[in-house]
């Protein structure tokens, strides 16, 4: 893969989440496009997606494969990095014209669903124009909402740890599935004292991270009408990073900012870090060293939390061309030489056809596909949480007073209180 795509990736760790207010809708007009029928009956449909140069390239040669077995549905392309794809939607959709089939996040589909934005599939389904079936690990209940289907996978990723492989080995450390916190926090302290390095990059901002760990303890990050947490829970989180980096076990928030954007594991700052599995192509381009993934530790030495996270294409309830969006939409999930193009540039293919045409020779993106299919054979698979409206402005606001506390410009309290008054608004809203 890539370097293009690790930067975006790295983008993508960075600002993950980060779609607070700067991201809200836009008080200017949107941009107008061209879909339409020509007078031979061609129709011309508009299709977004967020990345970088190398995403654009494999998307629109999938795009040229579909026009070749469609040849009267045109597709306009658009693509911009993260945050500008966000800003750009919100303008469009603010203006009645978002893209007929657009890329789209578990984070905004509620959001979207609720300004009216987001075309429910399921006719389509029903109509023969999009199938449903196939799909990996229960991948085709994700983009359901309310009984609405509004987002259809195109891959999956699931949260992992990363690790350096030869610190591991020389602390004599061997995480294996079920390991618990007690045992990863020994880990960590047989690390730090072996290797004179920190156990992990430090937790603080890890949202996802923390959302497994609720559901560990039967609760989980959001419900679907505001946050499944107290105040007290995240006081309890946030005191454990922070006497972890006084520890050594952690490593210094500052320091870690200093080497941005490089990662602390690849700057050999720390040992490992939780991160999604499909974003680990990173690490091998930046660091000197071997990377793995290992499994995420438990509360009972059984339970994860852990789920089958993923891009999704949801499409315009304003678009006038409902069935060739289904039948664009479909192509791209479950077409064989879709997968061969695309390979795991969005995560491991969702559908059960696109996963067994495209088999990685890569050591890196075998590692990935051979994790997500020890979390299947693990059974530790369960349903995500349905993310309530105001759910992006939560999870940006987490990342960046989380960070303010990691570099010491807040008090655990004072950083506990911020974020639950930021969030009371958000889902009121």
């Known amino acids: 893969m890539g370097t293009n795509r690790n930067v975006e990736r790295r983008t993508i760790l960075k600002a993950a989440g980060a779609t607070a207010a700067t991201l809200g809708l836009a008080a200017t007009t949107g941009c107008g496009g061209d879909s339409g029928t020509s007078s031979d009956g061609t129709v011309t449909i508009r299709y977004a997606w967020w990345g970088a140069e190398d995403r654009a390239e494999r998307i629109n040669k999938t795009i040229a494969l579909f026009e070749k ?40 589909l509620r959001k979207y669903d609720a300004k009216n934005v987001l075309l429910d599939l399921s006719e389509q ?14 991948l085709e209940k994700f983009g359901e909402i309310d009984g609405k289907l509004l987002g259809v996978p195109v891959g999956s990723n699931s949260m992992a740890l ?22 990863f926090d020994a880990a960590m302290k047989k690390i730090r004292d072996k290797s004179g390095r920190a156990g992990d990059s430090g937790m603080y901002g890890v949202m996802y991270l923390y959302d497994l760990y609720l559901r560990q303890n039967g609760k989980a990050f959001f419900t ?30 500052k320091k870690v900012a200093q080497i941005k954007p490089k990662s602390a594991v690849s700057a050999e700052l720390a040992a490992g870090e939780f991160t999604w599995d499909n974003f ?22 059984k339970k994860t939390g852990q ?34 193009i695309m390979g795991y540039d969005r995560g491991v293919p969702a559908t059960q056809a696109q996963y067994d045409a495209f088999k990685p020779t890569d050591e890196v993106n075998q590692a990935i596909a051979a994790y997500e299919e020890s979390l299947v054979a693990a059974g530790v698979l369960e349903p995500i949480t349905p993310h309530p409206v105001g759910a992006d402005i939560c999870e940006s606001a987490f990342l960046r007073i989380a960070e303010e506390l990691a570099l010491g410009t807040r008090s655990v309290d004072d950083a506990v209180k911020q974020f639950f008054t930021e969030s009371k608004t958000a889902l009121v809203g």
């Not at 009267?72 to 978002?98: C, E, L, R």
């Not at 690790?163 to 618990?180: C, H, L, M």
């Not at 089958?308 to 030489?337: C, W, Y």
Request: hydrophobic residues 35%; neutral net charge; glycine residues 10%.
């Open 69 to 108: 077995k469609y040849p009267k549905i045109k597709v306009k392309t658009d693509f911009q990095q993260y945050t500008d794809f966000w800003k750009k939607f919100n303008t469009q959709a603010s203006g009645g014209n978002p893209p007929d089939v657009f890329q789209n996040a578990i984070g905004f």
């Open 125 to 138: 389904v029903k109509a023969g124009n999009l199938s449903m079936d196939g799909f990996r690990a229960g």
């Open 162 to 183: 990363v690790i350096d492989k030869p610190v591991y080995t020389r602390a004599g450390v061997k995480p294996e599935q079920g390991w618990t916190w007690d045992d």
């Open 224 to 253: 679907e009408d505001g946050l499944g947490f107290t105040e007290a829970d995240l006081t309890d989180w946030w005191t454990k990073a922070k006497k972890g980096v006084q520890e050594g076990i952690y490593a210094d928030a």
């Open 280 to 301: 680990t192509v990173r690490y091998t381009s930046e660091g000197k060293s071997e990377y793995g993934l290992a499994p995420i530790p438990t509360t009972d030495g």
């Open 307 to 340: 789920y089958l996270g993923s891009l999704m294409l949801s499409a315009s309830k304003r678009t006038q061309h409902p069935k060739e969006a289904a039948q664009l939409i479909n192509f791209m999930v479950h077409d064989p030489e879709v997968a061969k």
